[in-house]
């Protein structure tokens, strides 16, 4: 019932900033806890960061944190994944996430989008 569309991605070099947006329809936005997971080849998803309704709150992987930032504009129905000094072990697919709850955006969201490939190379 709600739908995530993910962009911005792309092939960038280590070091290198990146940031991808989730538009989101379908049910009141502002409501939802988001989150963003990615996944590598070879590897299970994970977690990456999530980010309350209220944008109060935020949660982040160790492997990102420092690095990476999720920001939300409820006005615009969308969610952002700032990620700074991009490194190879971040390649991945990058899904957007949404759950009604934000302790269950983090481990296991209601709601995912398509992806967006990140490629970082050396």
């Known amino acids: 019932q709600v739908q995530l569309v993910e962009s911005g991605g792309g092939l960038v070099q280590a070091g290198a900033s990146l940031t991808l947006s989730c538009a989101a329809s379908?049910?009141?936005?502002?409501?939802?806890?988001m989150g963003w997971f990615r996944q590598a080849p070879g590897r299970e998803r994970e977690f990456v960061a999530a980010?309350?309704?209220?944008?109060?709150?935020?949660y982040y992987a160790d492997s990102v944190k420092g690095r990476f930032t999720i920001f939300r504009d409820n006005a615009k129905n969308t969610v952002y994944l700032q990620m700074n000094s991009l490194k190879p072990e971040d390649t991945a697919v990058y899904y957007c996430?949404?759950?009604?709850?934000?302790?269950?955006?983090?481990?296991?969201?209601?709601?995912w989008g398509q992806g967006t490939q990140v490629t970082v190379s050396s």
């Open positions: 379908g049910r009141t936005f502002s409501r939802y806890a």
């Open positions: 996430s949404a759950d009604p709850q934000y302790t269950s955006a983090i481990r296991s969201p209601d709601y």
């Open positions: 980010i309350s309704w209220s944008g109060g709150s935020s």
